[in-house]
């Protein structure tokens, strides 16, 4: 029942993975695997063969999160050295609240197309231009509230990179996950009560912070 409940609050990347395999065997290549993303997954797909991608192992990642994926990329994407990974083997990569930390995020995703194999999907989430029109508040709501993002990416500009290698755009536009905005009134209390305060990230769906891109080759 536990399970049920967080699939039907889980955030729209995880919807993507449901609606895309269900229960079924995929490769994943998880593109910024901190904060044991993982474990998260690995609870809710178990059949999913987990390969992370990151700056640094130390991420907010243990050795359960790393026991648990396949294997591991230790890279800078800015360098645009993907060699060592597989090209056409992955049934689908995330690329979630990443680009928007990288000055060339548009080469770092036009190296990384390759890697997806036929009939797979690519789901790439950012922070949109409505972003930097949000009030400031902690944990992110107003683009600058983080140091570390760099640049703006949009939706005509990703999908035209997704074209151009051959992947069909299936949907994109500004994230509104709709179950968790009509269950708001319920969750933003009880988030307050767990952490003593609320986040910028409570209230992306809302205010239409992120924007995103669905790709399928």
């Known amino acids: 029942m536990k ?34 993303s993982a474990t998260f997954l690995k609870n809710l797909f178990p059949a999913c063969e987990y390969y992370g991608l990151d700056i640094s192992r130390g991420y907010n990642n243990d050795a359960t999160d790393f026991a648990l994926m396949k294997d591991f990329y230790e890279m800078d994407l800015t360098l645009l050295e993907f060699e060592k990974i597989p090209d056409r083997f992955f049934d689908a990569i995330l690329l979630v609240h990443v680009i928007e930390h990288l000055h060339n995020g548009d080469k770092v995703l036009e190296g990384l197309l390759p890697k997806l194999g036929s009939g797979g999907v690519i789901y ?8 930097t029109k949000l009030p400031s508040m902690r944990g992110s709501l107003n683009f600058s509230d983080d140091p570390t993002h760099v640049r703006l990416y949009s939706v005509p500009e990703i999908s035209a990179i997704l074209l151009k290698d051959g992947v069909k755009v299936a949907r994109s536009g500004t994230r509104r996950h709709w179950r968790y905005i009509i269950l708001m009134p319920l969750l933003l209390p009880y988030r307050y009560s767990q952490r003593g305060h609320l986040v910028g990230g409570d209230f992306w769906d809302l205010l239409g912070f992120a924007e995103y891109v669905l790709g399928r080759k």
Not at 5 to 33: C, E, M, S, T
Not at 124 to 131: A, D, K, Q
């Open 124 to 131: 790439i989430e950012y922070p949109g231009l409505r972003s």
């Open 3 to 36: 399970q049920s409940v967080g699939r039907w609050l889980a955030d729209p990347k995880v919807l993507v993975l449901r609606r895309q395999f269900g229960d079924r065997p995929f490769r994943l290549l998880d593109i910024g695997a901190g904060n044991h």
